[in-house]
């Protein structure tokens, strides 16, 4: 094992910076990863890379940045009880304490704990750097029918998005509405196909996007967004809404949107972080039987029913990826997220490149 390895930093003015830095050695209840996966994330974005505007569970504290990390165990500490040498896993991307009530939940990303909680690439070192530290107990097993890019994908964003779309449920009776075609956002329609939704309306501002839903088949009608998108939502479904909405842009606009073109009794949940959104109760949700969810990332064992699923629905979240990079243009990398003009953009090592 070498000593030194390199790793990405983000220091906040749009630019990123490669360093080297010392491979960590595991200690009890911990292992090394030979990183093979690490997904770029919108917030990673929004809260590091332009400035580093997040407070709290989103402050970065200057540590190798990626929260989305997958990869091979090549070093094992003592203590280990489930994992060893040569196990292909995922890293849920906050290690809690361990004992607070969200994390005996699964829910480590909510964790009370303001001396325990990290997460990973924001205030503990992550995925952006040949190897990476990580506790045993953080770690899903990546079953061999998925790839290391896949394993990535669940890391955050389809995490995420599958606890938003239990929260709401989703099956064959639901017309889907999506706002914002980013990473969630692409998601969350081959989430919602694979869950049986039959017809997925997507919004976006962004062509690119726009065309990457309809290419992928994961919407099957895509409007631009603007100031129709209620009455357009509405003609396409009979008149009625959507059953069931999804807003994954943050945008005021648009969240406005996905809560008055969901019809009565209809559930919208709230993914993209950030911003804010004006409506007005009484006959936006009151009057109307709506109900609004939020929803934060997932739980441990929720990721793990989520990749059995994957493998038997033969659905692989890597099919979102549209531009891979070694960790030498990690630069182009950020900057091509930040343009927005992708779908998902990973940094790869070894076979995965
Ligand atoms: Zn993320
Ligand atoms: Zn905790």
Redesign the pocket.
């Given at each position: 094992m070498k000593s030194a390895m390199k790793g990405a930093f983000l220091p906040g003015n749009s630019t990123t910076v490669l360093q080297e830095v010392p491979v960590p050695s595991p200690g009890h209840g911990e292992v090394l990863l030979r990183m093979k996966a690490s997904t770029i994330c919108g917030s990673d974005i929004r809260c590091i890379y332009h400035e580093h505007l997040g407070k709290g569970p989103e402050g970065y504290q200057g540590v190798v940045a990626g929260h989305e990390p997958s990869g091979q165990i090549v070093q094992a500490g003592p203590g280990c009880r489930r994992f060893g040498v040569g196990d292909r896993v995922i890293v849920y991307h906050i290690s809690?304490?361990?004992?607070?009530n969200?994390?005996r939940r699964g829910y480590?990303i909510s964790?009370?704990?303001a001396q325990?909680?990290r997460a990973y690439g924001w205030q503990r070192d992550g995925g952006m750097a040949e190897y990476l530290l990580a506790e045993e107990k953080d770690l899903i097993h990546l079953p061999a029918e998925l790839t290391y890019a896949d394993g990535a994908q669940v890391a955050c964003g389809f995490g995420t998005v599958y606890e938003g779309l239990e929260k709401i449920g989703i099956s064959g009776n639901h017309a889907v509405l999506i706002t914002g075609l980013g990473p969630v956002g692409l998601a969350t329609g081959a989430l919602c196909r694979k869950l049986g939704a039959q017809k997925i309306i997507g919004i976006d501002v962004v062509k690119e996007r726009m065309q990457l839903a309809l290419d992928l088949k994961l919407c099957d009608e895509v409007l631009e967004s603007g100031p129709d998108n209620v009455a357009e939502v509405r003609r396409l479904t009979g008149g009625m809404g959507v059953e069931r909405a999804v807003d994954c842009s943050a945008n005021d606009q648009a969240r406005a949107t996905a809560i008055r073109a969901t019809r009565r009794w209809g559930r919208i949940v709230f993914l993209g972080e950030g911003g804010r959104v004006e409506f007005n109760p009484s006959p936006d949700i009151i009057h109307d039987q709506k109900t609004i969810y939020g929803s934060w990332v997932t739980s441990t064992w929720l990721m793990e029913e989520l990749v059995e699923r994957l493998v038997r629905w033969n659905l692989h979240p890597a099919d979102l990826v549209t531009h891979r990079f070694s960790l030498d243009n990690v630069d182009q990398a950020y900057t091509l997220m930040a343009s927005g003009k992708c779908g998902k953009v990973a940094v790869c090592f070894d076979e995965e490149l």
């Open positions: 809690g304490c361990g004992l607070c969200d994390c480590m964790c009370t704990s325990y909680r």
